[in-house]
């Protein structure tokens, strides 16, 4: 059972394990609200779940650490797992999917445990963790449906709360909820005033629509970039810590999401995986009644695949404004081109790239599409672009 001593008892085991991680105060990132960060992406492992994992094998009996542990997990509770068996010098098995990212099988590995690749995805891999566990009395460390789990994930709201004493409301990514519930119980068992505010992905609300509708609901399938939170069905345990102690759970877009990894990076030069800039966007798109609050937005991991990174980049740059495209049709004769460029140039925009294309239905036999791609400041930036070239006569299509 879940109790307040609990999460204190896990402070205390969790010291010389993992790192404590000081709020930093946001600037520049949402205005209408004082903006602190909890950085777990500078967590030992770069995520929050080493807290869980570690206070979980921490817990088991000397008979099932003699056996070890098994784990299922594509990412960050793998690391957690490893690392935490490894510092108590525990064996531990992570069974991983054939698909996952080679950098996060060196990762596990690295951290101390066996790796059992498991052809399929996700759910082909669990089961054969399940199978595993059976056959050889392995004890299952389950990502985030285990009360010591979310002891240890609870030991955030204690930094918190010691830190930022007059926290109006702690907003908090929701995967299969171990965080959040970690961290909502704790909370509301010291300072039931402070709100506690979930968020999920559009493209994996399983604890959203399961709250809204009053009973657990399973997803066909989740899609989203913040691959950390994407849980087809929340656990029974966390399900009812969200619907007692948790004020609100929001949506935020995965354009959103990719916004506010942009952010992080530019204004306080941190990098955040999907999930773990999941809060801060659902601060700065005001999912949220925050305005006058002190609140602080749990980051919640860091561990992003550096070869997609280009691309949430650039959908960041598009969401907010600072790369945008135009297609113009215009008269294929001289001096168009220079036209279009001075008026972007004295607009105070960039042009990036251009492509002419002359094959196309335009109104005019001797008509031809320009494609440009600028560096615009934002939206209103772009607009301003736009009515200068329509105000010399170019006929915007897109």
Do not use: W
Not at 29 to 35: F, I, N, R
Not at 66 to 84: D, E, F, M, T
Not at 183 to 204: D, F, M
Request: charged content about 25%; some cysteine.
């Amino acid at each position: 059972m879940l109790t307040l001593d609990k999460v204190f008892n896990a402070q205390t085991v969790l010291k010389n394990i993992i790192r404590e991680t000081n709020l930093v105060r946001a600037y520049g990132v949402a205005d209408k609200c004082e903006l602190y960060l909890k950085p777990e992406n500078l967590q030992i492992t770069g995520s929050f779940k080493v807290r869980g994992s570690a206070y979980k094998i921490a817990m088991l009996s000397d008979e099932e650490k003699q056996k070890g542990v098994i784990a299922c997990s594509a990412g960050n509770h793998a690391q957690g797992v490893a690392l935490a068996a490894t510092k108590n010098g525990i064996k531990s098995l992570i069974c991983l999917p054939d698909t996952a990212p080679i950098s996060k099988v060196e990762a596990t590995k690295g951290y101390g445990a066996d790796v059992c690749l498991v052809e399929g995805c996700y759910d082909d891999a669990y089961k054969k963790a399940l199978e595993l566990k059976e056959k050889e009395g392995y004890t299952f460390v389950h990502p985030f449906d285990d009360e010591n789990v979310i002891a240890g994930q609870g030991t955030i709201a204690l930094e918190v709360l010691n830190e930022l004493d007059d926290v109006d409301a702690i907003v908090v990514p929701v995967g299969g909820g171990g965080l959040i519930s970690g961290i909502a119980y704790t909370v509301k068992q010291i300072r039931p005033s402070v709100k506690i505010y979930g968020v999920q992905v559009a493209g994996a609300p399983s604890m959203y629509n399961s709250i809204k509708d009053g009973e657990i609901e399973c997803l066909q399938s989740v899609s989203t970039i913040a691959d950390g939170i994407a849980v087809k069905q929340p656990g029974e345990n966390t399900y009812k810590f969200v619907r007692e102690y948790v004020d609100e759970i929001a949506l935020v877009s995965d354009d959103e999401v990719a916004s506010a990894i942009l952010t992080l990076i530019e204004k306080q030069k941190m990098i955040a995986e999907g999930a773990g800039a999941a809060a801060v966007a659902a601060v700065m798109f005001d999912k949220f009644n925050l305005k006058g609050k002190k609140v602080v937005a749990i980051v919640s991991g860091g561990n992003i695949d550096v070869t997609s990174l280009s691309r949430v980049i650039e959908r960041g740059l598009m969401k907010s404004g600072r790369s945008s495209s135009l297609l113009l049709e215009l008269m294929d004769k001289p001096g168009q081109l220079k036209d279009v460029s001075r008026i972007i140039a004295d607009c105070g925009g960039n042009v990036t790239s251009v492509h002419h294309e002359r094959a196309g239905s335009t109104e005019s036999v001797n008509g031809c599409y320009l494609r440009i791609k600028m560096e615009t400041r934002n939206y209103e930036h772009v607009i301003e672009i736009k009515k200068a070239l329509q105000s010399e006569g170019f006929k915007i299509v897109e």
